[in-house]
């Protein structure tokens, strides 16, 4: 059953909890809302578990869409993997302690002059390798064998049949299963010392091995249209690479402790806490480590959600017991948007608030040496190959990137080699509650891209209470955790409606609901009817100022999955 079944909708908190502006600016540290509430919680003492020996495979990336993916599977079977570029030095590589190596597919052809191929200390460090695809093909090349132009693209399903059934990666197959490839180029010539494992229709030689122990595939195991890959990986792995399979979360946690303590030393660290899940696995994560080192800040800017800064609040203070500062700046975030309606500039203005706001804070923290940051895996990679395939900017993100530089602080970013998955793991083991380890992402300028045209107070209460039934009613239909984002959008539109015996004339609300795997694309949710018709019902029922609700069946291309 999917754990939303039990996931309560908590009551409205206790209105002597909230947190209320008086000035410009309010700093309410703890202390004044702990007092109130009933006093906190000491920091949970550091931890000092085992560090285990790092283990790993090393994926060679030459440029497939499913590299990461590749990643993703080994680490799946609690084996540590990272995807480097052919041309990472042995000396990078060698700290990793590699098992094995997998060389990725690509869209080159090996036969083109200035194809990737592998580096030296693949073959040479001795150590298992799998070539998937064009990996397969770079084996080839570089082992004595040919690889000519195949007669027939082979692309789509096929049937692997196995020749050889005794080969260590062919453990617990059936004799034949179904393949996903994808690939132009084929074997012609095997390298000396090699042989045909596997065969498909169209592929005499679909799988071959050496006692290297050196192998290749034509097809793709790690997408799900290949069924029995993740065998395959795992067979790879454990039986031919010989890992332990440490990669656990537990493992993590106790390596970045011991790694983040090192690094802070006596130093002291800031944090800006937004209540996502990437912030908050950072920051208890570095309090673990070195405790009141760490102070967070957590700004309310005026655009977060129904309740959204109480709970947070409660959850890190008086939970956690962390050393928190929570500024409210909405009144000056809501002055910075007067009038301004242009998206990209509504952006520019909460970012640049965001910056102003945090570096007063921290002054007042004294000397820092360190900024905590939730990067994970997938901006890491992005990063590093945006310098030669950088995408058309879309939309500024708003985040807290430009503030190193200006601080001259370091940077601390112990989440950078987690995929989101991983991270929501570690939030579990590291107790936080599950609504906010599984919480949905929210944008850094929050309602105000969720409000067409100029950000008042009175539309942002609109969208809060349209934004809360929303969120109410997915999750009382279970669907919060299968859907990437679900949320309501006020239009600038009015429209004609009646109620009772009057006429209305009420905005327009859009309700938003999307799948996605990472949100650079996504689908728009087929919501049951009866849901939607609920969520209609309430919302102009509830909220005063709406009169007419519709649902947005835009993917991502082309829209996006935010209005601006
Ligand atoms: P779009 O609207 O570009 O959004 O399809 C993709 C994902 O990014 C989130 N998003 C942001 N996240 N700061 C963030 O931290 C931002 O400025 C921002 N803008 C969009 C959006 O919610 C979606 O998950």
């Known amino acids: 059953m999917n754990e939303e079944a039990t996931e309560k909708l908590d009551p409205a908190p206790d209105e002597s909890h909230r947190v209320t502006t008086t000035g410009d600016i309010e700093v309410s540290t703890y202390l004044e809302i702990a007092k109130k509430i009933g ?35 080994i680490r799946e079977c609690q084996v540590y993997c990272e995807m480097v570029s052919p041309e990472t030095p042995w000396g990078k590589i060698s700290s990793l302690n590699p098992k094995g190596f997998i060389l990725s597919g690509g869209p080159a052809s090996v036969y083109e002059a200035g194809a990737p191929l592998a580096p030296a200390y693949v073959y040479e ?51 034949s299963t179904p393949v996903w490839m994808s690939h132009g180029d084929q074997i012609e010539q095997m390298p000396p010392g090699f042989s045909a494992l596997a065969y498909t229709e169209n592929s005499p030689l679909a799988v071959i091995g050496s006692d290297g122990p ?75 480590a070195v405790g009141d080192q760490l102070t967070c800040i957590f700004v ?118 987690l995929f989101k998955d991983e991270v929501r793991q570690v939030g579990l083991q590291l107790g936080l509650p599950e609504e906010m380890v599984w919480r949905q992402p929210f944008p850094g300028p ?16 609109i969208l809060r209470s349209a934004d809360w039934i929303v969120m109410n009613e997915i999750k009382k239909a279970k669907l919060y955790r299968q859907l990437w984002q679900s949320f309501a959008v006020l239009t600038d539109v009015k429209s004609v409606g009646v109620m009772g015996d009057f006429r209305t004339y009420g905005y327009l609300l859009a309700i938003r609901a999307v799948t996605s795997e990472d949100a650079m694309t996504a689908d728009w949710a087929r919501l049951p009817y009866d849901l939607l018709a609920r969520i209609s019902n309430r919302i102009v029922n509830e909220v005063p100022g709406v009169n007419r609700v519709v ?13 601006e």
């Open 39 to 73: 006093g906190a919680q000491p920091a949970p003492a550091k931890e000092t578990m085992p560090v285990v020996e790092r283990e790993s495979i090393v994926v060679i990336d030459f440029g497939s869409q499913y590299s990461m993916l590749i990643t993703r599977r």
């Open 300 to 417: 309310n800017n005026g655009l977060l959600r129904r309740e959204e800064v109480e709970r947070t609040f409660n959850v890190f203070r008086l939970n956690l017991g962390m050393n928190i500062i929570l500024v409210d700046a909405s009144d000056r975030f809501l002055k910075r948007l007067e009038g301004v309606t242009d998206p990209e500039t509504k952006r520019k203005a909460i970012g640049e608030e965001f910056i102003h706001v945090f570096e007063e804070e921290a002054q007042k923290i004294g000397k820092v040496d360190f900024l905590a940051q939730g990067t994970l895996y997938p901006d890491v990679i992005e990063s590093a190959s945006s310098s030669t395939s950088a995408p058309a900017k879309i939309k500024t993100h708003h985040n807290v990137g430009g503030l190193p530089a200006r601080m001259t602080l370091k940077l601390l970013e112990p989440l950078r080699h």
């Open 214 to 288: 050196i192998f290749g595939l034509q097809f793709h195991p790690e997408v799900a249209h290949t069924p029995e890959g993740k065998k395959i990986l795992r067979n790879f792995v454990y039986r031919v690479c010989g890992c332990k399979g440490n990669w656990t979360m537990g493992n993590f946690i106790a390596e970045s402790l011991a790694s983040i303590k090192k690094a802070v030393g006596g130093g002291k660290v800031i944090n800006a806490l937004s209540g996502g899940v990437d912030s908050s696995v950072v920051a208890t994560l570095i309090q673990r």
């Open 551 to 563: 649902y947005d069946i835009t993917s991502k291309p082309p829209a996006t999955i935010e209005w």
């Open 125 to 175: 460090s001795h150590l298992p390798v799998l070539g998937i695809c064009y990996g397969m093909q770079v084996i080839t090349k570089q082992l004595g064998g040919r690889v000519t132009p195949g007669t027939k693209r082979e692309y789509g399903h096929a049937v692997l049949h196995l020749s050889e059934v005794d080969s260590p990666l062919f453990v617990d197959l059936p004799a």
């Open 446 to 461: 929050g309602l105000a891209i969720r409000i067409i045209g100029e950000v008042t107070e009175e539309k942002l209460e």
